[in-house]
Nanobody, 123 residues
Framework: QVQLVESGGGLVQAGGSLRLSCAASGRTLAIYAMGWFRQAPGKEREFVGRKRWNANSTYYADSVKGRFTISRDNAKNTVYLQMNNLKPDDTAVYYC????????????????WGQGTQVTVSS
């Protein structure tokens, strides 16, 4: 089992920045990759980005590419989502998730989820 706790959400004006954190505990040695997802009101949960736990490989959705960056602090077992140049369309609840599977590009393999953190971007 892995426990994930997100933090760092809030209200920001368009063009601003936020950094979300996702602290992992439990069987962290078994984690293959971490993903970030988001869900806006009335919409389905969508993929934002993902990162290999023990490698620098990352992948982002087109909608956030060039604006969002995922990184990891190895000592703290924490993954970050740095969000720059935020837009009102980025408003959503953001979730981090973990997978033990090498099929890290497949969403259904992410079976450990945090509680979510709200990000609101005002225009």
């Amino acid at each position: 089992q892995v426990q994930l706790v997100e933090s760092g959400g809030g209200l920001v004006q368009a063009g601003g920045s936020l950094r979300l954190s996702c602290a992992a505990s439990g069987r962290t040695l078994a984690i293959y990759a971490m993903g970030w997802f988001r869900q806006a009101p009335g919409k389905e949960r969508e993929f934002v980005g993902r990162k290999r736990w023990n490698a620098n490989s990352t992948y982002y959705a087109d909608s956030v590419k060039g604006r969002f960056t995922i990184s990891r602090d190895n000592a703290k077992n924490t993954v970050y989502l740095q969000m720059n140049n935020l837009k009102p369309d980025d408003t959503a609840v953001y979730y981090c998730a973990a997978t033990f599977s090498p099929n890290w590009s497949t969403r259904w393999t992410y079976n450990y989820w945090g509680q979510g953190t709200q990000v609101t971007v005002s225009s």
